[in-house]
């Protein structure tokens, strides 16, 4: 318990934390619609106003994070800023895609409930234009504003509509529709069996981000939900008028009430992550411009493809990894593969196995079916972003070292074995003092090139 308390317990304390957030935040925005303000709202919605803003809530805090586990080259300096002050959090960094994911099934529940509770909202706010009578409060809510349209508590205008018209001619009901499908086809073309088998329809499907977030950030704009305003509520106590509502405005009674929607929030929440991305991507371009050259091209058994390029200013530690993007086949798509040279060495290397469209591409760009040599000015242009760092960064700070991988994920630790060697020969020294392998792959002599 001790051993797992020291490896997993940061990592549980914070999904317990953002358990707990997402948990606050649920019941606080609950509770905060059902204050006098919301009265007359929940006249005609009932509890399904807060049933639907309080995971908009959740939403937005789930959104200001998404982004932040892939953002590669911030993770990266954080890692590196850590490290100095505490192992243990820096290797929760390299559990970046875990959080992703659980962040994206916790924005898929709450736009759930989110989308059921206002599917309700809707049929009300129809029902109650629909009743047409007087004495029916309801209704003479929904009346309020239908002179001049400026203080109005019901967005359905007319009784001669219906819900579905209304969803495809708001702004919230648009962009609510449109986030929603691009929702879906992101977390349906994530799930692995697509992922493995058609990575090119989960890489194009997720960039539907953009317009997730433009329709977010837009959500709001149209103020669907609106209440009273403060002012209203000082001179209109809806506790106290509610009861009379057929002389409201005349004399002696209560003012009629006036209603107005709540500015829209998302853009606060998600800005601040939204630029940091922004920043992450121009660093990535301007890292993809970067020229590239092929050295030399290896074709090892199994379908294993050896590149050994240079890049001017390339630094790397044992383990990271790099994105390779070659325009040839792609200008869009980048495929992430782990480093196989050592930092010793005055080249970079990655081995690629054949596995899918891209790699066999690749494989047949570079020659790998041909038998004559080809000429360095026929291999494609490649595109390298990184590196990148993971958790076998920290190799040489432990005093034993045990390597654990089989087929092509044995890759991080031919890096890991070269240094290994390279050390040995320079006579450098290492904290470390036994490094114990145990890796099957038919060509890991050619992988590590030593013997240790």
Known sequence: MGNFAANEGLSIFVILVWLGINVFLFVHFYMAFLVDRYYYTRVILGQALSWARAPAACLNFNCMLILLPVCRNLLSFLRGSIQCCSRTAARQLDRNLTFHKLVAYMIALHTAIHIIAHLFNFERFMDSQLMINSSYLPYVLSQIGNNDNRSYLNPIRSNETNPTIVMFTTIAGLTGVVITLALILIITSSMEVIRRSYFEVFWFTHHLFIVFFIGLVLHGVG?????QTVESVNVHNPN???????????????????????????????????????????????????????????????????????????????GQYVFIQCPSISQLEWHPFTLTSAPEEDHLSVHIRIVGDWTQALYTACGGDKTVVLDAWTLPKMAIDGPFGTASEDVFRYEVVMLVGAGIGVTPFASVLKSVWYKHVQENNVFTKKVINSTKFSCITSFIKCYV
């Open 240 to 318: 106290e008028c509610h009861s009379h509502f057929e002389t409201w405005g005349q004399n002696n009674s209560c003012p009629v009430p006036v209603f107005a929607g709540n500015p829209p929030m998302t853009w606060k929440w998600v800005v601040g992550p939204m630029f940091l991305y922004v920043c992450e991507r121009l660093v990535r371009f301007y890292r993809s411009q970067q020229k590239v050259v092929i050295t030399k091209v290896v074709m090892h058994p199994s379908k294993t493809l050896e590149l050994q390029m240079k890049k001017k200013g390339f630094k790397m530690e044992v």
């Open 223 to 227: 103020r669907i939900v609106r209440g």
